[in-house]
Structures are given as structure tokens and as C-alpha cells.
């Protein structure tokens, strides 16, 4: 048995309402350094510069990432013939803390530094910090269970669908969420009839036949978002001035190392072959990366200090959509004639989704028909089948300054 608090603990939510929290080892995760930390960490890494109301972190996500959860646990039918207690609670644990090892700026900055989120999060669940002594101090073993959860190695497979598939309390939550705070519509569908047509089978969470509709609006909610919100091209722009001045540091530090002397927060996220340590990883959040870009910013390197001025300013690229080749050559030829550097001024970004894939495994979403039998998504929706047999949409542009 897991300790419970003494009364549960309940936290305001904009989206669900509250947050309820039962367990001890979870209350603790949540105060913890390495947790609080996401609180400094914007959800949306560039959208903010497009939806001014886009200020909620990465803390607020994990919660109702725990959140849904929670609720799955309790109120998915026949769900106790699958999870045990200690399921339930490793599986509630790995929604709060999927998102611990995240950097700055989303996903922008695992592209630039090369270090994925996921690694970060099992190290800091697996090396000592104070989520590791948390999860450690209830159980013995604990915080490698939940990291098996995450990396998608545990025993039990429903406990990895639930955070982390293509029907998952993470997307679900992150949809929700960013639609609320971005003020969109988009990202809007019916959560309750979602976790109230939850079924489980062979191993498998899947939707009755009845929670069909529920399911295509989640989908179309996807698709949604993906265009009008993460890969608006003035959240992309953003991230490409960003992409430029890491880009420029370490082009200058490979020369001189010494150059950035007075700056040295992004020394182990700049450096070729270097491994940046834990410690290095949780002071670097989005705070520090602002402060650093105002020191950049009177950098005596003028493409330094420029790009950094522009991150400051919201002075960002514009873009054009790039037909062929020939579109490249000419901004390439009017960036260079203005007098910039290609190499940090023009930068082409392809972007592709589909919101939906038919893996044909448990990361799929599978429909339980009434008649007991089970049908891939595509199979049973005309709409998600449309999706699947049609093009991936793609948006190819070439940013460079105004």
C-alpha cells in the first residue's frame, strides 16, 4: 500500500476544473526542485509570440497530464482487473513526470542541442535528485518502474498507452490546454464522453463502437492545431532566429572557445561531443535563456547581437512558401546582396502531418464494436479512413529578415 495524505489536496485547474491528489510520493514529486522547475518552462515554446495569452508552462500540462490520468484509473470499466494499486499509482506517477526532463522553447531546442526530453526525464528519475529520493523513499525500486513506463519497456503495456499513444492523456490534455490558452477553438473536443467510452481488451485501451464521433472530433482537433497553432509560420520564424544564434555560438566557440567568456550558460549546450550534466540541464530554463540573450544581445559579434536583439523584439524573419529550388536561390541572392550571412539569415523549414497513423499495433486506436469484435479506427470512421488515404499536408518555407 502506497501512503495516502491526510486529506486529498486539490488544485485549480482552467481546464479540469481540479486537480486531486491522494498519494503522498505524488504530493512530493509535485515539490520538488527538478518538478518546479517546469513552472519555468513555457508548454508552448514559440507560440507565445503569436497568442499573447500562450504563457502556461509545462507544469500546468504535467498536472493534467496527471490528471486524466487519475481518471482513467478510476473510471474505466473493469479497469481493477488490469491494475493493480501499484499500476495505478507508477502509471499516475509517469503522467506527471513524462515531461521532467524537458528544455526550453518545446521541442525547438531538442532539435537544436541535439538531447531529447525523454533521456533527461529517466535520468532525472534514475540519478539523484529529489523526484529520485521522493519516488525511492516510498518504494524501493520505484522510480525505475516509472521509467520503464516512459520508455515504453514496462511489463504491462495499458500503463504506457495511457500517457504516451495516439489516444493518450497527453495529447488530450495538451489539446485542451493550448486551445484554452491560446484562446482557439481548435484543440476543443468532449473529453467526458472520451473517458467514458474507454474499454479495455487483449491488453489494449480502446473506444466502444458508440465513442466513434468522440474520437473523429479528437482527431480533426489534431489536425487543427497543427496548422492554425503549433506550426503557425510566425511561431516557426521564431524558432528558426532562435535555431540561427545557437548556431552562431557554436561556430564561435569552435574558433575561439573563449568568446563567450562572460556567458556561460550555454556552454555544455553548445560544445561538439559534450554530454551536459543534470545540474547543467535544470538551471538552464526559459529565464535564463532570456537573460542570456540580453547579454548576447551587446556581444561585440554583430550576427550574435543581432539575433539575439531580434529573439528580444519579436523582430523576426518574414517567410515566403517555396515553389522550387529557384525560390531558395533568389532570397538566398537578396538576403546576401542586403549585406547578411545566408548561412544564419535564410533558413528553409519543412513541416508534415498527419494526425493520425494506423500503426496496427497498441499504439493504434482500436474500436470495440458492439458485437464484441475489434476494428482499427480507419476501418469503423469514413472520416479518419479519408485522412489515412489521403496526402500528408506539408508546408515548405524559406525564412529570412524583413
Known amino acids: 500500500m ?14 479540469h476544473g481540479y486537480i486531486h491528489i491522494e498519494y503522498k510520493v505524488i504530493w512530493d514529486c509535485i515539490n520538488s526542485r527538478e518538478f518546479q522547475r517546469l513552472r519555468r518552462i513555457r508548454q508552448q515554446g514559440s507560440s507565445f509570440v503569436v497568442y499573447h495569452t500562450a504563457e502556461h508552462s509545462r507544469f500546468g500540462h504535467s498536472l493534467g497530464v496527471y490528471e486524466i490520468v487519475r481518471r482513467m484509473c478510476n473510471e474505466i470499466k473493469d479497469i481493477d482487473d488490469y491494475l493493480s494499486e501499484e499500476d495505478k499509482v507508477v502509471v499516475m506517477l509517469s503522467g506527471l513526470l ?3 526532463g524537458h528544455g526550453p522553447f518545446s521541442h525547438t531546442f531538442e532539435a537544436i542541442s541535439d538531447i531529447k526530453h525523454e533521456i533527461y526525464s529517466c535520468r532525472i528519475l534514475e540519478e539523484d535528485t529529489e523526484v529520485h529520493r521522493a519516488l525511492e523513499n516510498s518504494r524501493r525500486g520505484l522510480s525505475s518502474t516509472v521509467a520503464s513506463v516512459i520508455n515504453h519497456t514496462h511489463l504491462n503495456p495499458i500503463l504506457a498507452q495511457m500517457v504516451s499513444a495516439q489516444l493518450d492523456a497527453d495529447r488530450m490534455d495538451y489539446l485542451l490546454r493550448d486551445a484554452y ?11 467526458e464522453r472520451v473517458l467514458r ?3 479495455i481488451k487483449d491488453n489494449t485501451i480502446m473506444v466502444k463502437e458508440s465513442g466513434v464521433h468522440s474520437i473523429e472530433d479528437y482527431i480533426m482537433a ?7 497553432v503549433y506550426y503557425h509560420p510566425v511561431a516557426r520564424s521564431f524558432e528558426c532566429v532562435l535555431s540561427a544564434l545557437f548556431e552562431r555560438m557554436r561556430d564561435l566557440t569552435s574558433v575561439n572557445p573563449k568568446v563567450l567568456k562572460d556567458i556561460t550558460i550555454f556552454d555544455d549546450f553548445i560544445m561538439h561531443g559534450v554530454k551536459p550534466s543534470l545540474q547543467s540541464h535544470f538551471l538552464l530554463d526559459e529565464n535564463s535563456c532570456f537573460y542570456g540573450f540580453q547579454k548576447l544581445m551587446k556581444h561585440e559579434d554583430k550576427i550574435l547581437s543581432d539575433l539575439a536583439r531580434r529573439l528580444l523584439n519579436r523582430d523576426l524573419f518574414q517567410y515566403q512558401d517555396i515553389v522550387d529550388r529557384k525560390t531558395i536561390e533568389e532570397v538566398t541572392k537578396r538576403t546576401t546582396d542586403a549585406g547578411y550571412h545566408p548561412k544564419y539569415y535564410v533558413k528553409v523549414d519543412n513541416v508534415r502531418q498527419r494526425p493520425y497513423q494506423p500503426l496496427g499495433d497498441d499504439r493504434s486506436i482500436w474500436i470495440l464494436m458492439s458485437n464484441g469484435e ?8 469514413p472520416i479518419v479512413a479519408s485522412i489515412i488515404k489521403g496526402k500528408n499536408k506539408a508546408d515548405n518555407k524559406v525564412f529570412f529578415p524583413r
Not at 2 to 15: A, H, M, Q, T, Y
Not at 181 to 191: I, P, R, S
Not at 374 to 381: A, I, N, T
Open 2 to 15: 502506497f501512503e495516502k495524505l491526510d486529506e486529498i489536496k486539490v488544485l485549480r485547474d482552467p481546464v
Open 98 to 100: 513524462h515531461d521532467i
Open 181 to 191: 490558452f491560446t484562446g482557439t477553438k481548435y484543440g476543443e473536443f468532449d473529453l
Open 197 to 199: 467510452t474507454l474499454r
Open 222 to 228: 489534431r489536425y487543427h492545431m497543427y496548422w492554425q
Open 374 to 381: 475489434v476494428q482499427e479506427l480507419s476501418e469503423g470512421s
